[in-house]
Structure formats: C-alpha cells, structure tokens
C-alpha cells in the first residue's frame, strides 16, 4: 500500500509567502516611483530656481539702470532750473523795468518791422518839451456823406499847407431813410493833404487826435463832434524838432 506525501500546510506557507513577495514588491515600486518623482521634482524645482533668480537679477539689474537714470535726469533737471533762475536774474538786471521796459519793447518791434535805426534815433533825441507853441484854435467843416449834394467842405491850416477834410455814414431817419448829414456816432474818415498830398488818413469814430509835420510845425490836432453836419477841429502847432 502507497502513502500520499501532500502537506496542506505547505500550500499556505507558499501562498503567504508569494503574498508577501507581492507586497514587498508593491512596496518597493512605490518606493522607487516616489523616490523618482522627487528626484524629478527636486531637478524641476531647481531648473525652476535657478530661472527666478536668472529673472530677479536681471529685475535687479534693470531697477539699478532705472535708479541711476532717474538720479541722473533729476540732477540734469536741478541744473537745468539752476540756469534757467541764474539766466532770469540776468535777464531782469539787463532789461529795464517800467516805462522804460515799455519804450524798449516799443523800439524793438519798430526794428522788427524794418524801421530805420537812423530815423528813431533821431525821433527819440528830438523828443523834448514842446517849444514855440501857438494857442489852440478851432475851425469847423462839413462832413460829407452819400446823400450830401453840396460841394466837398475842408479846413487849412498852416498859411493854407496842410488840408483837412472828411467823409462819414449818413444817418437814418425814424423812417429809415438816408439823411444829409452824418451820423457822428459811427466811423467817419479824415484826410490830411499837405502841400497837395493826402499824407496820413484815419478811419475811426470820433474824437480823432493826429499830429503832423508841415515845415518844421507839429500840428496836434483833435476832431471832434461839432454842430449837425459839422466836425470840430481843435488845433495847435510847436517847434519841430
């Protein structure tokens, strides 16, 4: 008779022990995952490093550029207001102030506009109190308009040297109609002719001032509202120059 060697207490060992091997090799690919996934992390981790201070140098290095640039602009700025009040105070100690501030921008705009030096040299060292003047006098002339029929009206002066006459607008009645006389509340012009030339003329509401040179008189005149149809002329003359 032949006995049977099979063991059942084996078997379980054996399944136990494949069990075991099973978890333990589980275990060790966990390991070895982990272990790499750190690895990797930690190379990441550092390219990454490595990265944001490449980056926070460069921001470093542009902030520095930025500072210096600024300090740089501010101290051109400083100097540049430096000058500009240095320049100011030397502008305001070379220019003159008041009236005469006035005459010199005068002077220089007359130059700009091509007056001759020679001739306003000469202006300013004739300016002086009037000398040798007459008393004023006053004449009186109608003024024409487009609706006046009569002859051109004038006044002379000056032994009959110097001319004056003038034109206005016509007034307007309540009808709107046309007058014969001039409305002296609108623009009228006058013409001054001396020696049988027109030398100046203005065109403007009255009172009008002008003075003029006929020989070696200044004549200060003032037109002025007269009588209906009727311009005032008030005038004077000095010495020249």
Do not use: H, N
């Given at each position: 008779m032949r006995l049977n060697s099979y063991n059942p207490q084996n078997r379980y060992q054996r399944r136990n022990s494949e069990r075991r091997i099973a978890f333990?090799?589980?275990?060790?690919?966990?390991?070895v995952a982990f272990g790499t996934g750190l690895y990797l992390g930690k190379q990441n981790a550092g390219q990454q490093e490595k990265a944001y201070k490449?980056?926070?140098d460069e921001s470093l290095l542009e902030r520095e550029v930025l500072q210096n640039t600024m300090t740089e602009l501010r101290a051109e700025t400083q100097t540049a207001l430096t000058r500009y009040e240095?320049?100011?105070e030397t502008y305001n100690e070379i220019l003159p102030e008041g009236p005469l501030r006035e005459l010199t921008a005068m002077l220089k705009q007359q130059l700009d506009e091509g007056k001759s030096p020679e001739r306003l040299g000469f202006l300013i060292r004739s300016a002086r109190p009037p000398r040798g003047c007459t008393e004023p006098e006053t004449k009186r002339f109608v003024v024409s308009t487009p609706s006046y029929d009569g002859s051109d009206s004038q006044i002379s002066v000056a032994n009959g040297a110097l001319v004056i006459k003038g034109a206005g607008q016509s007034?307007?009645?309540?009808?709107?109609?046309?007058?014969?006389?001039?409305?002296p509340a609108k623009s009228i012009k006058i013409d001054f002719i001396a020696n049988g030339e027109t030398v100046?003329?203005?065109d403007s509401a009255m009172?009008?001032?002008h003075s003029i040179i006929v020989d070696d008189r200044e004549y200060r005149i003032t037109i002025a509202e007269g009588a209906r149809s009727?311009?005032?002329?008030?005038?004077?003359?000095c010495d020249y120059p």
């Open positions: 333990i090799s589980v275990v060790i690919m966990i390991c490449k980056q926070l240095q320049l100011q007034a307007m009645s309540t009808e709107g109609k046309a007058e014969a006389w001039y409305d100046a003329s203005k009172p009008i001032r009727f311009a005032k002329v008030t005038f004077d003359s």
